[in-house]
Every structure is written in structure tokens, then in C-alpha cells.
């Protein structure tokens, strides 16, 4: 149970260590390394864990309609850069981010 905790932890540990690595180097690897799928790897793990195929199906589904959040998030951010400093950026991205989630779920729940 322990080393399951290990095991995320490192994952995360690596992407955001290569995050930190690439940004030195360019500002475009920086920016596609997020793609990778390291945060639904830990989740597909830990559900996956349980040994049930419909939950791990879920899981993945729910992890889909998280995708247009994610581009309205570095939308915003992206639109915001020149116009505040860069952390009301990234911040005003979350919070669109949350609204965006939100309403997806909210929109696949009431149809």
C-alpha cells in the first residue's frame, strides 16, 4: 500500500523535475510535457488497483471531459499573459478551468 504512494509520488516527482529541466532550455518542451499523462496514470493506477474494469472505465471517461477544461485553461492563461502578472494568469486560468469542469459535468449530468 505504502510503495503504491511511493510510486505516485515519484511519477509526479520526475515530470515536474523535467518541467523545471526543460523550461532552462526553451519555453516550448515546457509546455507540451503537461500533456503527458501522468496525473491520469495515477489515477487509472489507483482505480485500477481495485480490480474493477467498469470503475477504471469511468475513471477514464471522466478524465475526457476534463479536455476542453484544460484548453479553456491555457486559453485564459494564455489571453491573460500580457494583460497581469503571470500568476493572476495561471490563477484566472484555474478558476475557468473549475467553471469549465463544472459545467461539462453539469451538461452530461442533465442530458
Known sequence: MVYEFVWKGIVGGILTALIVIASKKGDVLPGILPLAPTFAIIALIAVG?????????TT?????????????????????ALKV???????GGVAAWFLTVGAVFWIMRNT
Open 49 to 57: 488497483a481495485k480490480g474493477d474494469p467498469a470503475g477504471f472505465r
Open 60 to 80: 477514464a471517461l471522466a478524465g475526457m471531459k476534463t479536455i476542453p477544461a484544460y484548453f479553456v485553461f491555457l486559453a485564459v492563461a494564455y489571453g491573460l
Open 85 to 91: 502578472d503571470y500568476k493572476l494568469a495561471i490563477l
